[in-house]
């Protein structure tokens, strides 16, 4: 196998920069990975992918590596795509499906960055990486580091979820805890790579996670038979994710293997208690501002200055979709909801998509006969912190007062 990789693309001006080279950023803005993608088209077809095992690695034309033996991979499976129909009663839509990334390694959709960063990197020479995180993204890094047998250093704000701290370091980064937010971390990660010379693995700071993240557009359109949903609601942080599934699908339209007329919207979903790309959108600005007081308890989505601001904004207005913030204060309440009526593990991020949908449906925004996906980026499991511990107490040398079910949580599995 050989990359079909032509250059690096600047997001910002379209300059053009060299592939196969470490690259970073441009003007400090991000930077985007080309193919030829006539040649991809002439050496493999949708088919072609079918026939290949159900992994991340499956569309290999439109990913960067050159050899899959370059690949740093913990088993990146394709991760399932599940009808809700209760939660979809709750929230008021017929058709919701729910792909659920916390299936993946390390338990979140952070697998696929970082694998792929990571091959990269690894391929290209790095030998040391670091990066800052306010959730899920140093565990990940973390495991894809020692997996690649090189050292690692995150760098995360104090009060970031105990599991993801402990996460980072069972891996063997060196984890530190900052007294600060995520751009206070970003900034000791720059500093370091000046003065240690670690390679920076910030969101959008380098070209391939976003090709990683690109696989969940990829896997989408794959597991919906190439027909896409009306509505794509996606937790919103960094941007990642919304912006690989936007160039998935821009690159598959290319290839003529999606309808370009078909293509979904997209809702940017954020927290009331750190809103800069809802904000932004609502005040139709190009670029976001930085939030005076940015807190919510979905980590992920404590990001108050994304480096991609203007990109996500830009694919969402495109597409015909919305930036939201969902309400704080109601965050731990959906995320308990919607794992009770449906068994799944679903996180705070997610639960501020499941309340910009709800609010999109009343306003009529939402049509409640359209498909719509919603991506649960990680692991409920992974968020003690809001997790509820109101377990009634029994004591074994006391009978069983059987007559407590009936205002008991297990009463209320049976309604």
Avoid at 176 to 191: A, H, P, S, T
Avoid at 210 to 216: D, H, I, Q, R, Y
Avoid at 322 to 349: F, K, Q, S, Y
């Amino acid at each position: 196998m050989a990359s079909f990789v032509t250059h690096l693309v600047s997001a910002l001006d379209d300059t053009r920069l060299p592939a196969r080279t470490v690259q970073t950023v441009h003007e400090g803005r991000p930077l985007l990975v080309r193919y030829d993608l006539d040649r991809v088209a002439a050496s493999v077809d949708r088919d072609a992918w079918r026939r290949r095992p159900p992994t991340m690695w499956r569309y290999r034309e439109l990913l960067p590596h050159e050899s899959e033996d370059d690949a740093v991979t913990l088993g990146e499976t394709h991760t399932p795509l599940l009808r809700c129909p209760r939660l979809g009663a709750r929230l008021g839509v017929n058709h919701l499906l729910i792909k659920d990334e916390s299936r993946l390694p390390t338990g979140s959709f952070k697998a696929r960055g970082m694998a792929m960063a990571v091959t990269m990197a690894r391929a290209l020479g790095v030998r040391h990486l670091a990066v800052p995180t306010a959730g899920n993204a140093g565990g990940a890094l973390a495991a894809y580091a020692a997996r690649a047998g090189l050292p690692c250093d995150v760098f995360m704000p104090e009060d970031t979820p105990v599991v993801n701290r402990v996460e980072a370091a069972i891996y063997g980064a060196r984890t530190w805890c900052v007294d600060g937010l995520i751009g206070d971390c970003g900034r000791l990660v720059r500093e370091g790579a000046a003065a240690i010379g670690w390679f920076d693995m910030s969101t959008l700071k380098e070209p391939y996670r976003l090709e990683g993240k690109k696989t969940m557009g990829l896997e989408l359109a794959d597991q919906m038979g190439w027909r896409l949903p009306a509505a794509i609601f996606y937790p919103t942080g960094g941007g990642t994710g919304l912006l690989g599934m936007d160039k998935a699908f821009e690159e598959l339209a290319s290839l003529g293997w999606l309808d370009a007329s078909t293509r979904p919207r997209f809702y940017a979903c954020q927290s009331s208690g750190c809103p800069p790309i809802a904000d932004a959108f609502a005040r139709d600005l190009r670029f976001a501002e930085t939030p005076p007081d940015p807190h919510t308890i979905a980590s992920g989505l404590r990001v108050p200055a994304a480096v991609g601001d203007f990109m996500i904004l830009d694919a969402v207005r495109r597409s015909g979709g919305r930036a939201v913030a969902a309400d704080e204060h109601r965050l731990a309440a959906m995320t308990a909801e919607a794992c009770r009526l449906e068994g799944l593990a679903i996180c705070p991020e997610t639960a501020a998509c499941l309340l910009a949908l709800e609010t999109e449906v009343g306003a009529g925004g939402v049509d409640p006969d359209e498909p719509v996906v919603v991506f649960n980026t990680g692991a409920v499991q992974k968020y003690v912190e809001v997790m509820p511990d109101d377990a009634p107490r029994v004591k074994r040398a006391e009978p069983f007062e059987w007559s407590r079910l009936q205002s008991s949580s297990l009463s209320r599995l049976s309604r």
